[in-house]
T-cell receptor
Framework: DAGVTQSPTHLIKTRGQHVTLRCSPI?????VSWYQQVLGQGPQFIFQ???????GRGNFPDRFSARQFPNYSSELNVNALLLGDSALYLC????????????FGQGTRLTVV | GENVEQHPSTLSVQEGDSAVIKCTYS??????FPWYKQELGKRPQLIID?????GEKKDQRIAVTLNKTAKHFSLHITETQPEDSAVYFC????????????FGQGTTLQVKP
């Protein structure tokens, strides 16, 4: 029984580069959300996609973008990386649009040097 | 803006004692309140949730209470065990056609044997 899977698990990038993170939701789940978790803090909402449409956007700069594919998997893209983008990026999938359990993946640990 | 405050930031109890974690939220129209447990290096996992039409919910040793008037909700863990040691996050879902979750800052619970 596959849960939410994210790739890669760890990544090291240089300032100014761009990065693509990937997420596969639980089978049958149509909602994918992305969160950024800085060490010692709670996850911060970046995006939600439901049925391939953006349904929510957090307070992040335009360097952050995302999309959802027909199979409901999703990508998070970050351009012009800054040191402050170093964090754990979590993907969560849900069966419904809102007020339903969000299942988190194990995250991608991004380090920007 | 939307905000969730969580207290305390750290909590240490003896095995068998009770632990209480409190959260307040800013948007009175928030309608879904999940609690997540995150062990070191692992993904957040839902332990209990409550919706705004319910005042209290229990699941074995875990209970959550919601006071909509005061805009606060609490997690109660009874008969704590060492395996309850983890970081606990509360979250609130603001109104709107989105599954966005606003997380608190987290509480590190240590249960001493």
């Amino acid at each position: 029984d596959a849960g939410v899977t994210q790739s890669p698990t760890h990544l090291i990038k240089t300032r100014g580069q761009h990065v693509t993170l990937r997420c596969s939701p639980i089978s049958g789940h149509k909602s994918v959300s992305w969160y950024q978790q800085v060490l010692g803090q709670g996850p911060q909402f970046i995006f939600q996609y439901y049925e391939k449409e953006e349904r929510g956007r957090g307070n992040f700069p335009d360097r952050f973008s995302a999309r959802q594919f027909p199979n409901y998997s999703s990508e998070l893209n970050v351009n012009a990386l800054l040191l402050g983008d170093s964090a754990l990026y979590l993907c969560a999938s849900s069966a419904g649009l809102q007020n339903t359990e969000a299942f988190f993946g194990q995250g991608t640990r991004l380090t920007v040097v | 803006g939307e905000n969730v405050e969580q207290h305390p930031s750290t909590l240490s109890v003896q095995e068998g004692d009770s632990a209480v974690i409190k959260c307040t939220y800013s948007d009175s129209a928030s309608n879904y309140f999940p609690w997540y447990k995150q062990e070191l290096g692992k993904r957040p996992q839902l332990i209990i949730d409550i919706r705004s039409n319910v005042g209290e919910k229990k699941d074995q040793r875990i209970a959550v209470t919601l006071n909509k008037t005061a805009k606060h909700f609490s997690l109660h863990i009874t008969e704590t065990q060492p395996e309850d040691s983890a970081v606990y996050f509360c979250a609130a879902s603001p109104p709107g056609n989105t599954g966005k979750l606003i997380f608190g800052q987290g509480t590190t619970l240590q249960v001493k044997p």
